[in-house]
């Protein structure tokens, strides 16, 4: 644990749920609705026993930690040191460029509800800099500060969800018995992507739990938040059809947009927006923090390190994808692709090779 | 004392860029309430340098000051826009509170996606936006010439929309709904509105003529993004029926002494009854049409009400017959019924070989309505 402070694992989940919301409503309404149409929403409850599924087997992974053992020290254990510091560094790099990809997305967002004209760069610094600074810190500070912020972007959801009831038609979520099975069944990847992401971040960072509190409760946190999801996903296709949320690039502001509260108060997307800082924040922070410990065993404990991963995720970002197409191309494409490669074949891989090996 | 200093390093940081994420700090977008002209409605008309828009607001900067009406022409939206933005040197045009959408029917048959596309991708406008063609004229005619100092085309859409969320024989449908249905069915409905003399006089000294307003007028239908027709008030009775949109209309029926009688139509709906032959291919649709009406005017004397009811029938069955077979004359189902047939039999609607479109112009239809006179007002009924 490299000294840090421990925390309680109902504090990792909130950091898990607050930093879930991020890639879930880039991911989830749009792509969910053009893959299974007017049954996205349910697509993503048909992704819940996968997500928990794979969920357990990381737990299972985790709990094969010694006394006082890191993960890092377990993959390298798994592994062998060197190849496990090998593959720690890849996995570590793949998350360097998710957070990277994470400072990117919260411009995207931002330029595209609220600040149409802005440069891309004006969100990415600021918010890259707090994020480098909090993720070179305790781990501690960031589960705290998501304890505290998570009501905040669940209840605008639940705030929105019911302000949104009336704008809901039938025929945009129904009829879904004749809906083909493959569709329904492809429309569960977004939701296996974001899930798998965050549950790596939880293996990674479970590192410094302390107290009670065992799978179950992870596996209930998923459930729930896969019924949040689904929930406003279905607002939004119930809003505007499964077509039209395919073709928007943020369906979920889109609506918010066009949502008048208490026959007075409307236009309230910027602040919603902002909310979502928060989100982004906290999975940049966390996803840098992450980075930092998987490179050290190849690094080394050094002070530079930490300096070096926020100035490279904020270069990255900066960089990263200057044309809204390609930044498209880029979130429906690549990222999830390569996600699902590092979630779905590096970590179990190196689990495999530790059981082969019977080193765990 | 170290950690007290790094807490409030931190802290001084975390304001700093906190100050920052906003982007109002580094970019002058703050703009001052007092200055702005708020638009609220859009009109869009075809130009031979490619858009003609016209914008209009409710009312000045300065309260009570008359509607401001603006026009300019570009090669798109943006380009007026700009255009407009440049002209209006005293006040800063606010965009983001466009309440209403007016295309002339020149611009309509050329085709709205690019109209829609840029509502899509506009910052500043919702998708909930309502969506209004205007009939035989150009929908700066409508912008710039409706109202006087005391009211403009926004009141006059305002009304409009009010009006129609009680009615039967009308619907505002916003650009959200009218994008939904071009890409589900490739054709969609949108309200129809067209101009008239007010029915207030106008009170500036030496008006001769009564200004002109916006009233509704059915729906326009669209089919592949272009008008390819209009549905006038008594057809969208019938389309009021077939999308369940059924409330208050005036209806004229005519006694068995053949003096008029007005019938205000409360409510009813029309429910869909596909006919399936030995292949599980659709064979025939049956429309059975329930409505109830008021009796509102008319009816002296020895009129039977069981007569009123089958010419009240004849008059619905009339007009849900004309839209039903104008829906195939354009081979357009803007009336969803597609959707509704899926959501009653899916499996079926999903073994269609040829689909839905291809069969809808040459399917058989039976149409059957039943209709009560549940009131008489303050007139007791006779038996």
């Known amino acids: ?360 | 004392m170290n950690g007290a200093f790094k807490r409030a390093s931190l802290l001084l940081i975390y304001i700093i860029v906190g100050l920052c994420l906003g982007g109002c700090g580094l970019r002058e977008q703050a703009r001052e309430a007092d200055g702005l002209l708020v638009v609220q409605t859009m009109g869009l008309d075809p130009d031979r340098r490619g858009v003609l828009l016209s914008l209009a607001s409710a009312g000045g900067a300065a309260p009570d000051s008359p509607p401001v009406r603006l026009q300019s022409a570009g090669s798109s939206i943006t380009a007026a826009l700009e255009q407009i933005r440049a002209g209006a040197n005293e006040e800063d045009l606010f965009c983001a509170h466009i309440g209403h959408l007016l295309i002339g029917e020149a611009a309509a048959r050329q085709g709205i996606r690019p109209a829609l596309d840029y509502v899509c991708r506009s910052g500043d406008l919702r998708l909930s936006v309502p969506l209004y063609i205007l009939r035989d004229k150009s929908a700066q005619e409508a912008v710039l010439g409706v109202g006087d100092d005391s009211f403009g085309v926004c009141d006059a859409l305002d009304s409009v929309d009010a009006d129609l969320r009680s009615r039967g024989d009308g619907r505002c449908l916003s650009v959200a709904d009218v994008l939904r249905d071009l890409e589900r069915t490739g054709s969609a409905l949108v309200c129809a509105v067209s101009l008239q003399p007010s029915a207030e006089e106008d009170q500036s000294a030496g008006a001769a003529e009564r200004p002109e307003t916006v009233v509704a007028d059915g729906y326009a239908v669209l089919k592949d993004g272009a008008l390819c027709g209009f549905l006038d008030r008594e057809q969208a009775v019938g389309v009021g029926f077939l999308t369940g949109n059924t409330g208050l209309c005036e209806l004229t029926v005519t006694d068995q002494a053949g003096l008029p009688v007005t019938l205000t139509l409360t409510g009813g709906s029309a429910a869909l009854e596909p006919r399936w032959d030995d292949g599980g291919q659709l064979a025939a649709l049956c429309v059975h049409v329930e409505a109830e009406a008021l009796l509102a005017e008319g009816a002296a004397g020895d009129t039977e009400y069981d007569y009123l009811e089958m010419m009240l029938e004849r008059a619905l069955s009339e007009r849900v017959r004309q839209v039903l077979q104008l829906s195939k004359q354009w081979e357009a189902d803007f009336l969803g019924l597609e959707g509704r047939l899926e959501r009653l039999s899916p499996r079926k609607m999903q073994a269609l070989n040829p689909d839905f479109a291809a069969r809808w112009p040459s399917l058989p239809l039976t149409v059957s309505v039943s209709a009560r006179l549940t009131g008489t007002g303050d007139l007791e009924a006779r038996p």
């Open chain 1, 1 to 360: 644990m490299n000294g840090e402070k421990p925390y309680r694992l109902g504090q990792l989940l909130a950091l898990c749920s607050v930093a879930a919301l991020t890639p879930a409503l880039r991911l989830l309404p749009g792509a969910s609705a053009a893959i299974a149409g007017r049954g996205g929403w349910l697509s993503i409850l048909l992704a819940l026993p996968a997500a928990v599924a794979y969920g357990a087997f990381l737990w299972r992974f985790g709990q094969k930690r010694r006394e006082g053992e890191s993960l890092p020290a377990l993959w390298q254990r798994a592994a062998g040191e060197k190849i496990g510091a090998v593959l720690l560094a890849l996995c570590g790099l793949w998350l360097l460029f998710y957070a990277a990809f994470t400072l990117r997305d919260s411009a995207q967002r931002l330029i595209d509800t609220v600040y149409p004209h802005a440069d891309r760069r004006l969100f990415i610094l600021p918010l890259g800099l707090a994020a480098a600074f909090a993720g070179a810190g305790d781990a501690r500070r960031l589960v705290r500060c998501a304890k505290l912020v998570l009501p905040l972007p669940v209840g605008a959801v639940a705030l929105t969800l019911f302000f949104a009831l009336p704008e809901l038609h039938a025929d945009n979520l129904l009829p879904i018995a004749g809906q083909p099975l493959l569709p329904l069944l492809e429309g569960t990847l977004p939701t296996l992507d974001v899930a798998a992401l965050i549950l790596v971040l939880l293996l990674f960072l479970s590192d410094g739990l302390t107290g009670e509190g065992g799978y179950r409760s992870v596996a209930a946190r998923i459930a729930l938040l896969g019924a949040l999801m689904a929930a406003l996903t279905a607002a939004v296709i119930g809003a505007f059809g499964h077509e039209l949320t395919a073709r928007l690039a943020q369906p979920y502001f889109s609506l918010v947009r066009n949502l008048v509260f208490f026959h007075s108060l409307e236009r309230i997307e910027a602040l919603l927006v902002a909310l979502w800082i928060f989100s982004d924040f906290l999975l940049t922070a966390a996803l840098l923090h992450v980075v930092r410990r998987c490179l050290t065993p190849l690094c080394g404990e050094s002070a530079w390190l930490p300096a070096a991963v926020g100035a490279a995720a904020l270069l990255t970002a900066c960089l990263l994808a200057p044309e809204a197409s390609a930044f498209a191309r880029l979130s429906t494409r690549w990222v999830p692709a390569a996600n699902a490669a590092v979630c779905l074949l590096l970590i179990p891989g190196v689990y495999v090779v530790g059981r082969l090996r019977k080193r765990l």
